[in-house]
């Protein structure tokens, strides 16, 4: 087992489906080094229903469900433990990836020995046509494809996609479960990591993302620091 998908799940009935049938239509891969790992941080829909009726019958898809909701940075870390890769990959579990993704990650892994950690990127598409959410995916991606140059090392460890060497994330002693929320849990991880390594950015590792509006984040936000 070479790669070790992390997922963190809470009440994602609506994008887990999708996430996963993008991982399973992955090109260019021996399905043989990898594994996925949903964590499921005590959902209250049909995540674990939908996860069952679709992918329980893999041997390499594993799902585990938290007693009790205790925030991404946790879920994430149970998953590590439970990971059997030499790489462990984070997803957010609104994601999908594209098609060689996957193979994008796993070849620069095993082409760079002294690769410890690595961050992708989102694309500027949306289906939504509100305002922020088409804003915020160019703005993104036009910060990473435009203004930074690829062969630079980039700052972040970006949780709704990153891999990591397995031993490196155990001495660090993972993401800082005090917090609750996913906001600055991976910046924190970041600096961790840029004592002594770097985080590289692969601009072929890829995932699809569907912003919300400004209100809906700015609530959760407020909600997370009050």
């Not at 019958?57 to 994430?76: C, D, E, T, V």
Request: proline share 3%; net charge positive.
């Amino acid at each position: 087992m070479y790669l070790s998908i992390i997922i963190p799940a809470y009440n994602s009935e609506k994008t887990i489906l999708p996430l996963l049938e993008s991982i399973k239509n992955s090109g260019k891969i021996d399905f043989r080094e990898i594994e996925v790992i949903v964590v499921d941080d005590h959902s209250g829909d049909d995540t674990e229903k939908i996860f069952n009726n679709y992918y329980k019958r893999y041997k390499n898809y594993k799902y585990y469900k938290l007693s009790k909701n205790q925030g991404p940075a946790f879920a994430r870390n149970v998953g590590v433990k439970y990971a059997k890769g030499k790489v462990v990959l984070f997803l957010d579990a609104d994601v999908v990836v594209y098609k060689n993704t996957l193979f994008e990650i796993l070849k620069s892994f095993k082409e760079d020995t002294d690769l410890y950690a690595l961050t992708g990127v989102w694309d500027k598409r949306q289906n939504s046509h509100k305002f922020f959410p088409k804003f915020k995916a160019l703005r993104d991606w036009s910060y990473w494809i435009n203004e930074r140059d690829p062969k630079n090392y980039y700052y972040l460890f970006s949780t709704r996609i990153a891999a990591i060497n397995k031993g490196l994330f155990e001495r660090l002693g993972g993401f800082d479960t005090t917090y609750k929320h996913a906001l600055v849990e991976d910046i924190e991880l970041t600096y961790r990591i840029a004592r002594r390594y770097a985080v590289v950015f692969n601009p072929k590792g890829r995932v699809h993302h569907e912003f919300e509006d400004f209100l809906p984040i700015a609530k959760k936000s407020r909600s997370s620091f009050s």
